[in-house]
């Protein structure tokens, strides 16, 4: 939900740096991070204001960790860097000597304030670029803690109604499985299929997937969902059973 303005802030660096703005290099004031653990961060942002009124910070810290805040309300999450996140912070702090970047409501286009305080170990000066792909890199890491952890969901299995088989001349030959059936409501979609093959019987399992407690329309909702079942081995000639959720069909082999 918030993937789009928090890109906009990137965006209002990128315009300073295009329009060769001149960001402030002036120490900025830290931002807020956990107590705890705020001594050894090498890398914090605060974004404020803005059309919707932000208020949240992020810190990172030199073991990789990452914490998410909001100064608007008790809501906060921790993680990791990524392997590729981490390395990439690692060839900047090795490279750039410590920069602050303080962007006011006034200078940015939305009235976002920005303030971004780097640690880094190098004696390399920052370019006006390094800072914006730097701060481009931390509102990433702040959009991704900031995701709402995926909901709890019911697996199921389908309701299958009926099972049409369809063999496909080839080298194999391949088998084309086509099942239909029902959802219980507006919630519930087709999750995983797989098959596997116990002698001449072919035995495909389609399951579903349903958010938890979600409010949801209740309609049945047919589906048609194609399975292909190419076997290691050529099929010797005879019949076949084909079974989908417990629903048969039958096929032959000339």
Known sequence: ????????????????????????????????????????????????????????????????????TSCKAAVSSEGQLTAEEAAQLESWLEALAPFTVSVSEREAADGMSIELAFSGRGGQTASENEKADIAGFAQQVLLRLRKPPAAPAEIGIAVVESVEVQVLDGAGPSVLVIARGSLPDGCTSIDETSWRQEGDTFYVTITTYRPQDMMCTQVIVPFEETVMIEPEAALAAGAYTVSVNGVSAQFEIK
Not at 3 to 25: D, E, H, K, T, Y
Not at 41 to 56: N, P, T, Y
């Open 1 to 68: 939900m918030k993937r789009v303005q928090f890109l906009s802030v990137v965006a209002i660096l990128g315009m300073l740096v295009a329009s060769c703005v001149s960001l402030p290099a002036a120490p900025a004031q830290p931002p807020a991070v956990p107590e705890a653990t705020s001594g050894d961060a090498v890398l914090s942002l605060h974004l404020e204001g803005g059309l919707v009124g932000f208020c949240d910070d992020l810190s990172i810290w030199g073991d990789g960790r990452a914490a998410a």
